[in-house]
């Protein structure tokens, strides 16, 4: 099971998931049911580097997830 580790906001969302086969990182945000309005926002690191969108997650990795601040 792949951890997912949200912070701040995302705390809630943070859960163990069944991947099956490796997935994008685009595609943890509704994995893990986040709501629309925090999807646009997310970062995602793995092992302390930040991963892009299209890189992959598997069943054994621990994703800790955070909101980017926007704004000026």
Do not use: C, W
């Amino acid at each position: 099971m792949a951890s997912i580790i949200g912070k701040g906001v995302l705390e809630p969302y943070s859960q163990a998931v069944d991947i099956h086969e490796p997935i994008p990182v685009e595609r943890l945000p509704e994995l893990v049911k986040l709501p629309e309005n925090l999807r646009e926002n997310i970062i995602a690191v793995r092992g302390g580097k930040v991963l892009t969108l299209d890189e992959l997650v598997s069943d054994k990795d621990e994703i800790v997830l955070f909101i980017s601040v926007m704004g000026g």
